[in-house]
């Protein structure tokens, strides 16, 4: 997962600060996700998988698609 997340930050041009900065927490903290000191929050990872257009399960490597799934109509 961390690997994943930190290929993302780094195809869609962003720094880490960048990231920090977009995510409203510490450059050290979203390091910290990257090189997976810190567990993720289902916070920030919701706000990681909106940013690329992804979902939470390829965050997770869950799954090797990154189109987010449809959401089902009520």
């Known amino acids: ?8 930050r780094k195809d869609y041009g962003f720094s880490q600060k960048d990231m920090a ?3 409203n927490i510490g450059q050290s ?6 090189l997976g000191k810190l567990n ?5 990872l919701i706000a990681l998988a909106k940013l690329y257009g992804t979902s939470i ?3 997770l490597e ?3 698609d990154p189109r987010p799934y449809e959401r089902k109509k009520r």
Do not use: A, G, K
């Open 57 to 59: 399960d390829y965050l």
């Open 1 to 8: 997962m961390y690997e994943r997340i930190h290929d993302l």
């Open 40 to 44: 993720i929050p289902i916070s920030i």
């Open 62 to 64: 869950l799954t090797d």
């Open 21 to 23: 900065n977009q995510l």
């Open 29 to 34: 903290t979203y390091s910290d996700y990257e």
